[in-house]
């Protein structure tokens, strides 16, 4: 089993830029294949990013290469760099796990979640 627990949210004003923070306690994060998602207020959960054990990357279409998730498993942490970030991007984000192989992008293909992290945009 493994906590998640992210950090680094905040408000930035439109064209910024913020660096999530996942750090995972008990197993290790390498064990895992971790991912971003994020919900805005009255929207579901929507898929942001997933690393594979493997270091292979997927993103969603809407991130339009803004943002780099990456982990340190040495540190036993996974990141969200987000840049040129607009007010469309405010959300709770939110680091998941997953058992599972291959590319993963569905909430229920993860079987553990963090509490979120509020990231708000200004105009």
């Known amino acids: 089993q493994v906590q998640l627990a992210e950090s680094g949210g905040g408000l930035v004003q439109a064209g910024g830029s913020l660096r999530l923070s996942c750090a995972a306690a008990?197993?290790?994060?390498?064990?895992?294949?971790m991912a971003w998602f994020r919900q805005a207020p009255g929207k579901e959960r929507d898929f942001v990013a997933h690393?594979?054990?493997?270091?292979?990357?997927y993103y969603a279409d809407f991130v339009k290469g803004r943002f780099t998730i990456s982990r340190d498993n040495a540190k036993n942490t996974v990141y969200l760099e987000m840049n040129s970030l607009s007010p469309e991007d405010t959300a709770v984000y939110y680091c998941?796990?997953?058992?599972?192989?291959?590319?993963?992008?569905?909430?229920?293909?993860?079987?553990?979640w963090g509490q979120g992290t509020q990231v708000t945009v200004s105009s």
């Open positions: 008990g197993r290790t994060s390498s064990t895992y294949g």
């Open positions: 690393i594979m054990r493997s270091g292979g990357r």
């Open positions: 998941a796990a997953s058992l599972r192989y291959g590319r993963l992008m569905h909430t229920y293909e993860f079987d553990y």
